[in-house]
């Protein structure tokens, strides 16, 4: 039994919202972040289900923080958290919230699930993660729904969004400068993870990549392959074609 699936069993009356396959992500992603006194951010309260889970979950140190459009829902706010109110997609709000309590170093999206507000909230708080730290937003099969801004590949979908994230990753290693340029997120953006509608973003500063040979024990580095062009397989053709 995971920590999740016995805690659902210690619940209040605070109803808590989520799907069950998130539990597996939550171990896999937020075990590491346990042991010490975290900045954490939750976009999203409605009846404040999670935020006991949360306070239970995290060190007794922890920061925890929670933003919500509705008013009503600073009454859920448990000792030691903050319950701040206001739009997730409104710059001056995300500009306040990580003023007072960034830099984050867990910031999960678990609010209106509209997809504009989503790549918002990304856009504005992505620079305050810390190093380290973890972007999570949940519920993105939204993306996949027009009635939220999303639609089978639509551009303006959080999960082409998301994609986009990824090619920047990768763009270390433009061969097509003018039409994929090196975009600076390349160097603190460390990998985007994609589960069954929760995508985590992970911040970590990144030198340009290096290749390593070793023979003999004599070990070479290289970054001379980021500076060619139209670059070939030294190893196609090895089976013929
Ligand atoms: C899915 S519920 C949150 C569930 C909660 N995190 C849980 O685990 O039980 C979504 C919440 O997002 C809030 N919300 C909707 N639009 C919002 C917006 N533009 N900015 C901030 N919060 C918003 C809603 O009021 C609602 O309380």
Redesign the pocket.
Known sequence: MTWFKDYLSRTDDR????WTHYFDVYEREFTRFRASPISFL??????G??IPMWKSYFHNDARLTF????PD?ARHADPGTTVEIG???DPETLARLAATHGPFDLILD???HVNA?QIASFNALWPHIAEGGLYVVEDCHTSYWPGFGGGYRNEASFIEFAKRKLDAMHSWYTDQDDLFPFDPIAEQLHSVRFYDSITVFEKRKSQPPTAVTSQNGNVQLSRRALEIRGRKSAFAGKDGT
């Open positions: 109803l808590l919202m989520k939750e976009i999203g309260v409605f009846k289900g999670s933003l919500d459009i509705d829902c739009k997730q997609a678990d609010g209106s507000h």
